[in-house]
């Protein structure tokens, strides 16, 4: 995941995990949102790496977000070329057995509106973030 973040960046991620990892040793609560980019780290593999990686750092939940096109038109609009503009959208249904990875090594894992069975504090985590979410938005 160190090369492959590097790779997509352009930037070392140790210093990031670094950071992370003291947070989570401090007792401050964090959420790492891993987008899911299709061929690029989509893969069962890849949610393995990323798994093993957030758990060996202490993380307890971590949110997927599936790749989604709302950065193409910027793209279009400042004459570059999107490298994606073909790649169809992940919708959070299909990120079920990427998903299962990170519950299987204890995760709480989830997704905007991913229905998969969890614990009921899981359940009601997963509720008042979106809850704050949508409030957050309607305040906007």
């Not at 990170?102 to 359940?123: C, E, H, R, W």
């Amino acid at each position: 995941t160190v090369i492959k973040h590097y790779e997509g960046t352009h930037v070392h991620n140790e210093l990031i995990i670094e950071n992370l990892a003291w947070a989570i040793s401090q007792g401050i609560e964090v959420l790492p949102r891993i987008p899911v980019i299709p061929d690029f780290n989509d893969s069962l593999d890849d949610a393995k790496g990323i798994a093993a990686l957030l758990n060996q750092v202490g993380a307890k939940k971590v949110q997927l977000l599936p790749f989604i096109q709302f950065g193409e038109n910027k793209y279009h609009l400042l004459g570059k070329t999107y490298s994606y503009e073909n790649v169809k959208a992940l919708h959070p249904e299909d990120l079920t057995d990427y998903q299962r990875i990170f519950l299987d090594v204890g995760m709480i894992a989830f997704s905007n509106l991913l229905k998969i069975p969890y614990t009921q504090k899981a359940l009601a985590e997963q509720f008042l973030c979106q809850g704050f979410f949508n409030l957050f938005l309607s305040m906007n």
